[in-house]
């Protein structure tokens, strides 16, 4: 255990200089991929991957005490100038919050914006930025946010009815929305090449936004919001009778 902490730790500190500015972009993805791996637990319910799991919710407490989050707001600004170190980010997000209820819930906690700004969770500020990028077709920023913060619902806990009292539904259900038009506004008998292509991006789309629905209707409140919000269960059964 001595040791991977240490290597956390020593993963936590590439992230940064010693004043707190960002590293170069190749150290950055470094650390942030280190982490990721770290945090990394296969689905699987064999006695095996159970005991490795508990080893890295060691590490995902581990992160939470040395502060963690502090590493991804200091990134965040610069992340979103470079889509290499957002898909690291995002990636390491997703593998932190996992099944874990303090990580999910630390995701939601308002603290003090040290430029000024009104205090928010950097939950909001994946949300805002997700769904700022909803229109393009395929986006794998979009297709993180949602699979990082959906996952807030896994788990009984405050993070579960903080992602259910925001906007993340009826946004989610919005982008479902214009996905499907989108998809349906280029018609299925297409054999144009930037046709099918758009057509394959906006699927990964409604791939993603069906699966962050699902996971947030995995509980009897968080179903009665989806149902009940812009459509949203109307798309999913049209979409689901579509297919088949």
Known sequence: KAKRNDV???ALEFGTTADGTELPSSMVLSSLTCMRHLMYTPIDNSEDVMQFDEIVNDIRQSAIDADILSLFRIT?????????VM???LSLVTNFVAEH????RMLTVTTPSEDGDKPTSFALQMM?????????PGSATLELCL???SSLASVEGPARYWLIRSVFVDETAMT??????KLRAIGSDTNDAKDVSTKSRWMKTIAASTRALG?????????????RTNGAGTHILELCLETV
């Open 101 to 104: 209820v303090n990580a999910k």
């Open 215 to 227: 996971n947030v209707a995995s509980f009897t409140e968080g179903q009665r919001v989806v149902l």
């Open 76 to 84: 965040w600004p610069y992340a979103k100038f470079d889509q290499a």
């Open 87 to 89: 898909y690291e980010l």
């Open 147 to 149: 699979k990082a913060l």
């Open 8 to 10: 956390l730790a020593a």
């Open 176 to 181: 479902l929305s214009h996905a499907l038009m």
């Open 128 to 136: 805002d930025y997700a769904f700022d990028v909803k229109h393009v």
